[in-house]
């Protein structure tokens, strides 16, 4: 992976993210190493780990890790023959081996629903609990060792209090005695002896040793000679004292030292639950899913979301647009254009980071998504122009890209943003065409590219293994959607958002009449086709809807009701191919007033893709609300299968091929099968089976189909 493509992307503030959900030092520094996994099978599991973390927790089961410190410096003293452990990293370690024992117990009750999981806890040595349980019962948790910690220690501590109580009762009648001497009848201790406060001007009137001066001067600390004695057995009590406790933490530290391993397999264990575990509360805050990964070089995110950005959207009560897109082998390449600001650089962060983060293992805020193991995810995303490195905002661009086709490692994911600019306009977007095709053919990479360039969007038009796409910019606010239109390519709409952001409206004008005619009538075709795309998609969801009420319906019907809502249904169809010939009509129009051949073909082909595409929409609409699917239908939705051209067990289909899905008996669909999905009444092929659901591959599309 690219350090240059970290740092675009802001994977440390990725790291920072997953870092706060963790409850140890050693989570946290877990977190602190994120990085990209290059094992399939270490990072397939990694993913099942997170998983399975979500389920326990959706059960009611989770493990907390609390006031726990980072054990490494005790555990590099316990590797030392002799050395001791104060208390408190005495304490902290048998707490540490005491909370994983905690969660071992935990995952084990649920450990054929955590396989993963349980592999990370299982082999802790359950004898940890008796050592643990001992130093517990010997240190206190402030840190003091217990009187019961031994029987010395409780007698030294028993007589302690005994010669202190007897100073103390000692050092109360003397003062009785001198009450005009004392300045206050309080016992008190200086230089560990107990004292009596005199005053200074009667400092002759009690015998013994002066241990200081108050602050004013007004006051002398002194030792009354009749208790010198005793406080000197008191000092010899306390150093017996001493040297028991130094006997007992010696004792404790070796029994840890003989447990080393174990416990050092308990720091790993907790090290390990508490970053998955970090992970889970990642999941939980953005709505995430795990993703899949694929050896199938196939990229597919739906509803995707940043989450950077999110977060900071959330600050001000904002939200993210969601994203759809995907790749895969046969369509590898994704040019994206449309209005400044419209959100093309987002889309591009969030594939970036999004893969990033499923190849790290970790959860994505997405509904869906399904990532390639990628060696390399490289990009070209912002401005690197340096004036102490020489570079200008182009050769900035073309030394980056230099390096990455260097770096570039099939599967790749390549992030290209305004591939080509800051050279002439024509020479650029030939430049572009160049690189975004070199990634692809040479390079064997998924290209994600954002332009403005007019021939980027006719490449786009004329590969077939390129996606147009555009971010939505609505011509009535002057203000973009930041929605992904995939399919449709998007004016730059720049004249439009300096308006916007308040130039002056003579320099709008000028600007407008400056523009070509012919780029102009393809500016305006492209916004036409937009509008026109989006009145047929709402059609379309008019009749879809009004399809859906009527199946319902059919079921309690009689006859004559039914034929009245197929009639019904008939008007539907002839305004929806009303529509296309209307679109079709508009477009050949706009298309004639375009001069420049160049343009022209472009929004030919443009115009092509869209009448095709309405064709096809009236085409299963007319299919959806034919009598032969007005019956009422079962809730699953079954394929015919299509195998070397013929339907699978033909005679015994009771319906026309144009009229009828299912087919009476037929012999299980596999993968690579050419099947007719019902839903939509598009023919592809079966890339994946999982239960009784199958993943049909149309086209740059995938679907969910069940069986």
């Given amino acids: 992976m690219n350090a240059q493509a970290f740092a675009t992307l802001d994977y440390e503030r990725l790291r920072a993210l997953v870092r706060r959900g963790a409850q140890t030092p050693m989570g946290r520094e877990r977190a602190d190493a994120l990085a990209p996994i290059d094992d399939l099978s270490k990072l397939r599991r990694e993913l099942s780990a997170i998983a399975e973390c979500v389920e326990l927790r959706r059960r009611g089961v989770s493990w907390s890790f609390t006031e726990m410190i980072d054990p490494a410096e005790a555990l590099a003293r316990l590797k030392i023959e002799g050395a001791t452990l104060e208390p408190l990293a005495i304490l902290e370690v048998a707490r540490l081996c005491e909370q994983a024992l905690a969660a071992r117990a935990l995952v084990m009750a649920e450990r054929e629903a955590s396989p993963v999981l349980w592999e990370i806890i299982e082999h802790l040595p359950r004898e940890l609990h008796s050592l643990a349980a001992r130093v517990s019962n010997k240190i206190l948790p402030s840190g003091e060792l217990d009187d019961r910690a031994s029987p010395e220690l409780a007698r030294i501590r028993a007589e302690i209090m005994n010669l202190r109580s007897r100073i103390t009762r000692s050092l109360e009648s003397l003062m009785r005695r001198s009450e005009e001497a004392i300045q206050d009848e309080l016992v008190t201790v200086r230089n560990d002896r ?122 001000s009560g904002g939200a993210v647009v969601p994203v759809s897109f995907s790749l895969d082998s046969e369509h590898p390449v994704m040019v994206m254009s449309g ?45 690197h122009q340096s004036l102490a ?42 430049l572009g065409v160049a690189v975004v095709d070199h990634f692809r053919r040479v390079c064997g990479a998924h290209v994600l590219a954002t332009t403005h360039y007019s021939g980027l969007k006719m490449y786009a038009a004329n590969e077939e293994a390129v996606i147009n796409a555009s971010v939505e910019f609505d011509e009535k606010t002057l203000q973009p959607t930041y929605k992904l239109l995939v399919g449709i390519a998007g004016a730059s709409s720049g004249i439009e958002i300096a308006r916007r952001f308040g130039f002056p409206e003579v320099i709008v004008r000028a600007a407008s009449t400056h523009v070509g005619e012919s780029a102009r009538d393809a500016t305006a075709y492209l916004q036409r086709i937009k509008r026109e795309s989006e009145e047929a998609e709402s059609l379309r969801r008019a009749l879809e809807e009004e399809r859906a009420a ?106 026309p091929v144009e009229e009828e899905y299912r087919v009476a008996n037929a012999r299980p669909i596999k993968v690579g099968d050419r099947v007719r999905l019902r839903s939509f009444g598009s023919v592809g092929v079966v890339d994946k089976l999982n239960g009784d659901e199958a993943e049909v591959r149309v086209k740059a599309l995938r679907f969910r189909e069940k069986l």
């Fill in 194 to 315: 107990f004292v009596i406060p005199v005053r200074s001007d009667h400092r002759g009137r009690i015998g013994g040793v002066a241990h200081g001066f108050s602050s004013s001067g007004a006051t002398v600390f002194v030792e009354p000679l009749e208790t010198i004695e005793a406080n000197n057995e008191l000092q010899a009590l306390r150093e017996t004292e001493e040297r028991e406790i130094y006997k007992i933490l010696f004792t404790l530290t070796e029994e840890l030292r003989r447990e080393l391993p174990a416990i050092e397999m308990s720091v790993r264990a907790v090290a390990e639950l508490d970053f998955v575990n970090s992970k889970r509360v990642l999941f939980e805050r953005f709505n995430c899913v795990v993703p899949e990964i694929n050896e199938n070089n196939s990229l597919e995110l739906l509803e995707a979301r940043h989450p950077l950005l999110e977060e900071n959207l959330r600050a």
């Fill in 339 to 383: 209005a400044n600001a419209g959100g093309k650089t987002v889309v591009l962060k969030t594939a970036g980071l999004l893969s990033l983060m499923a190849l790290s293992g970790l959860p994505v805020p997405a509904g869906y998504a399904r990532i390639p193991f990628y060696a390399s995810v490289l990009c070209d995303i912002g401005d």
């Fill in 389 to 430: 490195a020489n570079l200008s905002t182009f050769t900035s661009h073309v030394a980056n890209i230099s390096r990455m086709i260097e770096l570039c490692k099939s599967p790749a994911l390549v992030l290209l943003d305004e591939v080509g600019t800051g050279t002439d306009p024509e020479e650029g977007s030939a």
């Fill in 550 to 655: 009527v199946a319902e319906k059919y079921s309690s019907l009689d006859v004559e009701a039914r034929k009245r809502e197929r009639e019904r249904q008939i008007i539907f169809e002839r305004e929806f191919q009303k529509a296309v010939t209307d679109f079709e009509k508009r477009s050949r129009e706009l298309v004639a007033k375009v001069e420049d051949r160049a343009e022209r073909a472009k929004v030919e082909r443009e115009a092509q893709k869209q009448v095709a595409e309405l064709k096809r929409e009236a085409q299963r609409a007319a299919r959806a609300v034919s009598p032969s699917n007005t019956s009422p239908q079962p809730t699953s939705r079954p394929v015919r299968v299509i195998r070397e051209g013929k339907i699978v067990n033909a005679a015994e289909a009771s319906a």
